[in-house]
C-alpha cells in the first residue's frame, strides 16, 4: 500500500540522515515501573514491533526473557548490536533479513509484511512507540496485526501518548483512550495502569500505561 511505503519511507530517511531525535537513549521508566504487572514467566518470549535501536530490548533481554523485534531499519538495528557490543549473525531472506545475538532476535521487515510464521509463540508484547508512530489509517491495522500474532493469554504493555495538538504535530501521533478501547476492546481485556507527565518534542504532554491480556478464543 502506498500508505505503508510512504511511512517505511520516512522512518528510513530519518535513520540514513541521523535525524533521531524521536530515539530515548535510556531505559523507558514506566517500562521498569510496570514490567512486575505482567507476572510474566522466567524465559518468555516477549516481542518489541518497531523496536528501532531502543535500549529497552536490553532491559527485556537482562530480565531473562528471549526478546524478538521487528524494525525496517538496518542502519537502527545494526546499531544497536553495535552500541552494546553484542555479538549477531545476519541471515538473508528475499523479504526480510535476521539478526541474531544472544537472547535477542530483530527481523528487518515491514510489519505488515512480516511472516509471521516464524516468530515463535510470544508470551509478552511490549509497545511503547509502534502503536503511537503510526497513522490513524494504519493503526486498526496493526492493531488487528497484533491480535492474530497473539494467542490466548498473551499480555501487552502499551504506552500510549496525549498532549495538546495545537502545539505538537505528529509523530508521535495522539492516542486517547476511547480510540485505544475501541480497537482493542473486542480481543483484549484493557486495564489502564496509570497516567504519567511526560515530554513530546520538548512540549508537555500524557503518557497512559495499559495492561491487556489476550481474551480465550478458538484458535
Not at 495538546?164 to 492516542?175: G, I, N, R, T
Request: hydrophobic content about 35%; proline content about 4%.
Amino acid at each position: 500500500m502506498k500508505a505503508c511505503s510512504d511511512h517505511n519511507k520516512f522512518w528510513l530517511d530519518k535513520w540514513a540522515s541521523n535525524a533521531i531525535g524521536f530515539h530515548e537513549d535510556f531505559i523507558h521508566p514506566l517500562l521498569k515501573q510496570y514490567w512486575s504487572s505482567l507476572n510474566s514467566a522466567p524465559r518468555s518470549n516477549v516481542l518489541v514491533p518497531l523496536c528501532g535501536k531502543s535500549k529497552d530490548l536490553l532491559y527485556l533481554r537482562n530480565q531473562g526473557h528471549n526478546v524478538f523485534g521487528i524494525e525496517i531499519s538496518e542502519i537502527a538495528i545494526v546499531a544497536f548490536f553495535d552500541e552494546h557490543k553484542i555479538t549477531y549473525e545476519k541471515i538473508r531472506h528475499p523479504n526480510h533479513d535476521i539478526f541474531r545475538g544472544e537472547g535477542l532476535t530483530v527481523y528487518r521487515s515491514d510489519i505488515f509484511d512480516f511472516p509471521k510464521k516464524i516468530l515463535p509463540k510470544i508470551d509478552v508484547i511490549y509497545d511503547r512507540a509502534s502503536l503511537i508512530a503510526l497513522s490513524d489509517k494504519q493503526r486498526q491495522n496493526y492493531s488487528d496485526w497484533l491480535t492474530t500474532s497473539a494467542q490466548s493469554g498473551c499480555k501487552s504493555l502499551l504506552i500510549t501518548l496525549e498532549y495538546d495538538e495545537e502545539k505538537l504535530s505528529p509523530p508521535p501521533y495522539l492516542v486517547d483512550r476511547m480510540e485505544l478501547t475501541a480497537l482493542y476492546r473486542d480481543n483484549w481485556e484493557i486495564t489502564h495502569l496509570g497516567q504519567h507527565s511526560a515530554l513530546a518534542k520538548g512540549y508537555q504532554a500524557r503518557e497512559n500505561a495499559y495492561l491487556l491480556n489476550r481474551k480465550e478464543f478458538n484458535a
